[in-house]
């Protein structure tokens, strides 16, 4: 008798699926992807946190952080004040390691997903404070 085939989604399988889905949403909504995991040359020496993803559309930089949560509860907590600032120093070091888009106007946006397909984006959820 063949044995069937079981499918066990990770963690690490579904945030791929979630961040997938939110770079579809993107797509779907005219931007263009430039980067996905985006870390700085320097991630291990320095604080620059990962980017989920890079968007472009009409001269915007939009730098996406995807957090998947079991339960819409969960979302309220999910990004520290640490996570944020290292969000913005990554956005940072992009623009400084490429000089093309530093002309570009730039946002952080945030999307929770619950899997399967309960995707929420907040346009510039995080921003730039006067340490900055």
Known sequence: MKKLLKL???????GYIAEFLCRMYMRLHGYKIIAKNYKSKHAR???????DFIA?????????????RKHDTNFLHAITYKQQQRIIM????FLKH????????FQFDVFFVKLPFNI???????????AF
Do not use: H, M, Q, W
């Open 90 to 93: 990554g956005g940072i070091n």
């Open 45 to 51: 020496k320095t604080p620059y946190g990962e980017l």
């Open 98 to 105: 490429n000089p093309i888009y530093n002309k570009y106007a």
């Open 120 to 130: 929420k984006r907040i346009e510039n959820a995080i921003y730039l404070d006067k």
């Open 8 to 14: 066990k989604i990770t963690p690490y399988n579904s």
């Open 56 to 68: 472009l559309k009409n001269n915007r930089i939009v730098f996406c952080e995807v957090k998947k």
